[in-house]
């Protein structure tokens, strides 16, 4: 055991300039990283975590500097080193996996070239062996064929092999440190773990360290040996992993864990102050809503879905499962009407509408009763209606003609329902969080009462907490309000919470369907077993 | 990492906001500022001009003709003993009317067209796009003379000509602007509330294709105008006496030779501020209109 850390980070401070001032994003952060350790930093988004691995990287962007503070690395004081040195460092000694690997790839340059230009540039291979190493670093990621995926562009590659390229080039100089910025958000959960379980392998192979920067807790405490949490700027909490999970000690951390959806817990235990139960609505609602049969879709020779039965009643939640390309965004574009299918029926209150092109949809009477929400709430707003004029543009479309008084008061009844303070619905969406955004979409799409809500990932792109909070939230809306859910997910673990009943896709065809229970604790299919195998299991 | 994530979000409300706004991004580029008070001096001189200059601009004078800059004639006098000065000024309302109209027609008609092609595609892309090829194939200033010289020597017909050789120019671009929005969620939320189609076009997405399309039209502001006086400059368009830059250069340009080179100068030179303003102002605008950069 060495005693010297490899990377020691001490009373680190980061201000950035910016237009109202001088903020600091990180506060007197210490952090030390021994040779062959993995360290998880969690947060959530602002909590200056990346901000911190960019500064031990010296990658701020212009406006920000380093106040205060130290970093050293192998001995080597890195804020005081010339920036000529340090690109030396970077991916040498140092090197970092970023969040989107197809943004990380040059899109026209063959991917064995692209791992051939860092060996060549750190001088760590020459004309002649080039291809060879390039060749023998894919095989160490684990792609299959590496000859021929030499040639291959990063298009023709899926999300979890982009990665793994950019892993590749990560450690093609066989770096002492490699800093993993949220490496798997965005990719499926059996690809999230095919792609953690490598970076630990090898980091465990070559004595490397890690830094593994992320939001989920629970994927930290199962790959890292100690795990720091990060709040506003600040490390609020520093421990070994099995001990912040099982231990918290700082109120923050106990937050977030209790946040995490996890075998066992309800919705409610989510979030520390329960709301109260719900009334439900008035008159209980029971029978058949929406009746799908035979839905199709082809694009090509391929059948995006196929043949897919499922039914959902009055007052029910049913989760639609499945990894990115099983047709499940698909089929619930055909249910919205928002996309037409090739084959099949889909009745929907004893109506069939699959017959109504997607383009006259919106002037169909029944539009306001199918409504949305969307996974993005950012992309899903327009970024020049205010909070209020986007909650209310189905009521100025659809709803019998308002005053501008009552539709004020109506956009607040609305806003007071979803939890947004009124004094927000002046805003546009960049001046709003991305919890307050996905109100204002919850809003939108409940603004006319509708029968059926399709929520598509609806807390995919929110931190924990604000997922915590927003789930409960829909929960007490459906309740209240009466109203059926189609809740599109990967993640088996949040849809077991709102979900009545679980129905698993694969290759636009359902595999499995059953009660929430049934399907999470006794499932019949082997690949439902895959996917619940690969949720990050945090050390018991 | 941005303010709104740092939880520094400060309530903007209406005009105030806009013009806290506008003065940050003024004293932030100050080129932006005198691009600013350079648009203002024209579009003062344009509404007040012919009743504020010190001459009659179609004045003749025998007796003054071809006179240097002077304390009594500030940019000279011309051929005819003209005050150079008072003609500048006066010209500048027909020139931006040219100008301003020119650039309205094209922002209606190519700006439409464009977002019409990028957002349904198909036959309507293929349309407008051909369209635009067939402009673009005809050297621009060409084309525009023959237009002008095919419907007549009159100042619609300038309009139009400068109309059409920026169709193009927007219709491209309002389509790629369009076309990366048609399948973004909002347009999806919209079609869920009940909008149809053109409402989709008109109201959720022009708005968000606006603030790139007004730098356009400042650009083309410019662009127009020297146009118009090419065509004047040339012989077509505006015809003598009445004042217009593009004239005022013809008719001084022989002089530059012999000596008198004020005629041809002071027009010319208001002529290129005019231009230079408004390609300042684009790039100001830009980021005035924009409002993900009031943060």
Redesign the interface.
């Known amino acids: 055991m060495e005693t010297l850390p490899l990377l020691d980070v001490h009373d680190l401070t980061v201000e950035?300039a910016?237009?109202?001032g001088v903020?600091r994003?990180v506060e007197h952060v210490d952090l030390s990283v021994r040779r062959g350790e993995i360290l998880g930093i969690v947060g959530e988004?602002?909590s200056g975590k990346?901000?911190t691995s960019y500064a031990v990287m010296r990658i701020l962007d212009r406006a920000g500097r380093i106040a205060e503070g130290s970093v050293t690395f192998s001995g080597m004081d890195l804020r005081d080193l010339p920036e000529s040195d340090m690109r030396d460092l970077r991916g040498r000694e140092i090197s970092m996996v970023f969040q989107n690997p197809r943004a990380a790839l040059n899109p026209i340059r063959k991917i064995g070239r692209q791992i051939e230009d860092v060996l060549l540039r750190h001088g760590q291979c020459t004309r002649a062996d080039a291809r060879a190493k390039a060749i023998a670093m894919l095989d160490r990621v684990r792609i299959a064929r590496p000859e021929e995926r030499y040639d291959a562009y990063p298009f023709e590659l899926s999300g979890g092999m982009c990665q793994r390229v950019v892993i590749a080039l990560a450690l093609a100089c066989r770096p002492r440190l490699l800093i993993a910025d949220e490496p798997t958000t965005g990719l499926d959960v059996t690809t999230q773990k095919a792609v953690m379980d490598l970076i630990v392998e090898l980091t465990r192979e070559s004595r490397m360290s890690a830094i593994l920067i992320t939001h989920d807790l629970g994927l930290a405490a199962a790959y890292c040996d100690s795990v720091m949490v990060m709040e506003k700027g600040r490390v609020v909490e520093a421990a070994p992993a099995a001990t912040i999970f099982s231990a918290p000690t700082h109120p923050y951390t106990k937050r977030l864990l209790r946040a995490t959806p996890r075998p066992g817990a309800t919705l409610r235990d989510l979030v520390m102050d329960p709301p109260p139960e719900t009334v439900p609505a008035a008159i209980p609602k029971t029978g058949r809503l929406l009746d799908v049969r035979g839905l199709v879709k082809t694009y090509g020779a391929v059948n995006a879905v196929d043949g897919i039965d499922l039914h959902i009643d009055r007052g029910e939640s049913v989760g639609l499962v499945g990894e990115s390309g099983c047709g499940k965004s698909t089929t619930s574009m055909m249910i919205?009407r928002?996309l037409d299918p090739s084959d099949g029926s889909i009745h929907f209150d004893g109506q069939e509408i699959a017959a109504i092109p997607a383009?006259a949809?919106?002037?169909h009477p029944l539009?306001?009763r199918i409504?949305?929400v969307?996974?993005?709430p950012t992309?899903?707003?327009?970024?020049?209606?205010t909070a209020e004029r986007?909650i209310a543009?189905?009521i100025l479309?659809?709803a019998d003609r308002m005053g501008r008084d009552a539709l004020r008061a109506r956009c607040e009844d609305l806003a007071g329902l979803v939890g947004l303070p009124t004094?927000l619905l002046?805003?546009?969406p960049?001046?709003?969080?991305g919890g307050q955004k996905a109100r204002v979409?919850i809003a939108?799409?409940i603004a006319l009462n509708p029968d059926l809500v399709i929520l598509d990932e609806p807390t995919a792109a929110l931190d924990v907490s604000v997922q915590a909070v927003v789930l409960n939230l829909l929960e007490e809306l459906k309740i209240s309000l009466g109203m059926s859910y189609l809740f599109v997910s990967h993640d088996l673990h949040v849809v077991r919470l709102l979900c009545d009943r679980v129905i698993v896709m694969r290759a636009g065809r359902i595999v499995e369907q059953g009660t929430a229970q049934q399907v999470l604790e006794a499932p019949t299919a082997d690949y439902t077993r895959e996917l619940l195998a690969a949720v990050p299991h945090p050390p018991a | 990492?941005?303010?709104?994530?740092?939880?520094?979000?400060?309530?903007?409300?209406g005009l105030t906001a806009t013009l806290q706004h506008a003065r940050?991004v003024i004293t932030e580029n100050p080129v932006t500022g005198v691009a600013f008070a350079l648009f203002l001096v024209l579009i003062l001189a344009a509404i007040l001009g012919p009743s504020l200059v010190p001459y009659d601009p179609l004045a003749t004078d025998s007796s003054a003709s071809l006179r240097p800059p002077s304390a009594a004639h500030w940019f000279g006098t011309d051929q005819l003993g003209r005050d150079i000065f008072s003609r500048v000024v006066v010209a500048t309302r027909l020139d931006m009317i040219i100008a301003v109209s020119s650039v309205a027609v094209v922002f209606a008609a190519g700006g439409l067209a464009g977002i019409s092609a990028g957002y349904f595609g198909g036959w309507t892309d293929r349309i407008v796009g051909r369209l635009a090829d067939t402009i673009m194939a005809f050297p621009l200033f060409v084309l525009a003379m023959g237009i002008v010289a095919a419907l007549g020597n009159t100042v619609t017909n300038i309009v139009i000509a400068t109309a059409v050789v920026n169709f193009p120019l927007y219709a491209r671009l309002a389509r790629a602007e369009a076309n990366i929005r048609r399948d973004?969620?909002?347009v999806?939320?919209?079609?869920?509330?009940?909008?149809?189609?053109a409402?989709i076009l008109l109201f959720?997405i022009l708005?968000?294709i606006?603030p790139i399309m007004v730098v356009q039209m400042s650009l083309t502001m410019g662009y127009a105008i020297l146009n118009a006086a090419g065509l004047s400059f040339i012989g077509l368009g505006v015809r003598p006496p009445t004042p217009e830059w593009g004239i005022m250069v013809a008719e001084g340009a022989a002089g530059i030779i012999s000596g008198e080179w004020w005629v041809a100068l002071f027009p010319g030179l208001t002529l290129m501020g005019a231009v230079f303003c408004f390609n300042l102002l684009g790039d100001g605008l830009r980021d005035i209109v924009d409002?993900?950069r009031?943060?």
């Open positions: 950035f910016t237009r109202r903020v994003a988004s602002g990346s901000v919205m928002l383009r949809f919106p002037r539009r306001k409504q949305m969307f996974q993005d992309d899903s707003l327009n970024p020049r209606f986007a543009d189905p479309r659809m004094h002046d805003r546009f960049h001046q709003l969080s979409g939108r799409a | 990492m941005s303010a709104t994530e740092l939880g520094i979000v400060r309530p903007a409300s940050h973004a969620g909002f999806l939320a919209a079609r869920l509330a009940g909008n149809t189609d409402r959720h708005p968000n606006l409002p993900r009031r943060t």
